[in-house]
């Protein structure tokens, strides 16, 4: 079974689950954490309520496990929710088409919104609390543009841009 990246509702965490243990519920699984630098031992549940204020709603459903360095991470399967894009979604043109508007197309649009992100940090009032310096421009570098390749097909000459967006399709050298 291929790894499923899944990512947590309550921390926004993402994680390669490696697989399913139908041992360990919320309600069973009990383990030791610290709060107050005092070592406690808990359950699941309990831990969810007041750690990240989530009720687990299924106290007798199997845990997904990560495997986490030299120990074993449990999650419960309804906190969190599938990384990636369903199977049959990229063949969908439908589904494409309205995600299209969501992806970074030019290098200058990538630019911008990374200029946006910086400037909300350093807009941000923990930036100065903690004293933290940064430059605020980016690093500039000297590059040359490539002109793209021609791609010869069996109707003529055709784009790079065409192949990789798939207005064309590959097939074997003429």
């Known amino acids: 079974m291929p790894r499923k990246t899944v990512i947590t509702n309550y921390n926004t965490k993402s994680y390669q689950v490696d697989g399913l243990s139908w041992e360990s519920t919320p309600k069973s699984h ?30 007798d459903q199997p845990l997904l496990f ?28 439908r589904k494409m088409r309205d995600i299209d508007e969501y992806k970074i197309k030019s290098p200058n649009e990538r630019f911008t919104r990374i200029i946006d992100v910086l400037n909300r940090i350093f807009n941000a009032p923990e930036f100065d609390q903690y004293s933290i310096l940064l430059q605020p421009q980016m690093h500039k570098v000297t590059g040359k543009v490539l002109v793209p390749p021609r791609l010869a097909t069996e109707k003529g000459q055709a784009s790079w841009d065409d192949y990789a967006f798939r207005k064309i399709k590959h097939v074997d050298p003429v």
């Open 30 to 59: 009990v383990f030791k954490w610290k709060k107050n630098n005092q070592e406690q031992e808990t359950n699941m549940i309990e831990y969810m309520k007041s750690v990240h204020k989530v009720k687990i709603g299924y106290a």
């Open 66 to 93: 990560v495997n986490f360095k030299d120990t074993r991470v449990y999650l419960p399967p309804e906190l969190c929710h599938e990384a990636a894009l369903p199977d049959n979604f990229t063949t969908d043109a």
